[in-house]
């Protein structure tokens, strides 16, 4: 199983920035995919997930700002930044579990700066 994080860069507050999530090795369309970020000094939390079916939900910090997305044929998914803040500076990493264990991409920087 590989994940691939990318997208990430830096940016002014209130801009946008789009992550995607490239996975290999798994039935991808079956698979919920996650987002989760750490900041420095802070410990990983999660960001937000997709289903399967293409249902998203996200940590109160980021709703209304960020969106997600997923095409199967090209087996990614896209993490949709709007209204970007200094606070969301982080390194971004996406996630699947399969058959109980955790799988990590090597994660994407995103600098928000004020």
């Known amino acids: 199983v590989q994940l691939q994080a990318s997208g990430g860069g830096l940016v002014q507050a209130g801009g946008s920035l789009t992550l995607s999530c490239a996975a290999s090795?798994?039935?991808?369309?079956?698979?919920?995919i996650e987002w989760y970020r750490q900041a420095p000094g802070k410990q990983r939390e999660l960001v937000g997930s997709i289903s399967s079916g293409g249902s998203a939900n996200f940590v109160d910090s980021v709703k209304g700002r960020f969106s997600l997305s997923r095409d199967s044929a090209r087996r990614r998914v896209y993490l949709k930044m709007n209204s970007l803040k200094p606070e969301d500076t982080a390194v971004y990493y996406c996630?699947?579990?399969?058959?109980?264990?955790?799988?990590w991409g090597q994660g994407t920087l995103v600098t928000v700066s004020s």
């Open positions: 996630n699947v579990v399969r058959q109980g264990r955790a799988f």
């Open positions: 090795g798994i039935n991808f369309s079956i698979h919920n």
